[in-house]
């Protein structure tokens, strides 16, 4: 049954992805002894073994192995290693479920080895207040509110997380198997660094299972098509209109704030065209600029 669960979410992963080849890096089936773990993948925010260490159990739901990987005992504060990444696309799969009405966290980590002083990118809360099951919310490095979505309490999550490190962005799919995003945008990384998960005992009531986890690098169809040569924009800082110059039509262009807010979308079917950016507040804005199966991100200086 398990195994039919996993292809079966896999094939939803793939939903939407045609434009991209995804490359299996590594997987961990966490088929460790019971007890903590400190090796291979794993390791904890101070780099030592004990208590910190994610614990291996066999009690886990019923949907999951009878052995995966259990936080909730108090000063949890496991690491999953993820090689200390500085460019290029992946995405991270697995397995998550979390007890009705109970807490739990993650955060991405920006160097695989914190030791106690590591600096975190975004951050997820499940049922962050204790009285909130089924509500998880994302948070950007500062604590402020990014997006929330819905996940099944009590039940088994079939967690995507797609990570692009040449444009520090992130993207978190909806918890139900859709394949709906959640939210895309930046990853505050502070210089597109991929080091690892971290998952943390939040408080009394943080109690989670992890299981199954699947590493995959992300590369981009038919790239040829989206050349340096071929395409430009200007001017950057912009003050009203961005134009674009391509000798190819244009399909998409949406642009959004440093919250990951989508505040401009146009579908032109040009070549060359231009938006008006001079309803925007000065600042920093990503757009995604989409060219047949090849999409293209780019930061933009929104000046007075």
């Known amino acids: 049954m398990k195994k039919l669960f996993i292809t079966l979410c896999f094939g939803l992963l793939l939903v939407g992805s045609s434009s991209a080849q995804f490359t299996l890096l590594w997987t ?152 709906n995003v959640a939210y895309d945008g930046p990853m505050y990384s502070n210089g597109g660094n991929l080091g690892g998960i971290n998952f943390y005992r939040l408080n009394a009531n943080t109690e989670f299972f992890i299981d199954q986890f699947q590493f995959w690098s992300v590369s981009t169809l038919d790239t040829e098509e989206f050349s340096e040569d071929a395409f430009s924009y200007y001017p950057n800082p912009v003050s009203d209109r961005l134009t674009f110059s391509t000798d190819k039509e244009i399909d ?17 079917l040009a070549m060359s065209p231009s938006i008006d950016m001079s309803p925007l507040a000065p600042g920093t804005y990503l757009a995604k600029i989409t060219i047949g199966e090849s999409l293209k991100t780019i930061k933009i200086l929104k000046a007075q």
Do not use: C
Request: net charge negative; no cysteine.
């Open 28 to 179: 961990d089936g966490l088929n460790y002894p019971l007890g903590p773990v400190h090796q291979d993948r794993w390791t904890s925010w101070s780099g030592n073994p004990g208590s910190e260490d994610l614990l291996m159990v066999n009690d886990g739901p019923w949907q999951m192995d009878s052995q995966v990987g259990y936080i909730g005992n108090d000063g949890q504060d496991a690491v999953l290693k993820l090689g200390n990444q500085t460019s290029g696309s992946y995405m991270l799969t697995w397995f998550l479920s979390i007890p009705e009405d109970k807490t739990a966290y993650f955060n991405i980590q920006e160097d695989e080895n914190p030791m106690g002083s590591g600096a975190w990118a975004v951050s997820v809360y499940f049922n962050e207040d204790g009285n909130s099951p089924g509500l998880a919310r994302i948070y950007d490095d500062d604590q402020n509110l990014l997006a929330t979505f819905s996940y099944p309490n009590g039940g088994v999550i079939f967690f995507r997380i797609d990570i692009h490190l040449d444009d520090d962005t992130i993207i978190f799919y909806d918890a139900d198997g859709s394949g």
């Open 252 to 268: 998409a262009i949406k642009v959004y704030n440093a919250q990951g807010q989508l505040l401009i979308s146009e579908k032109p």
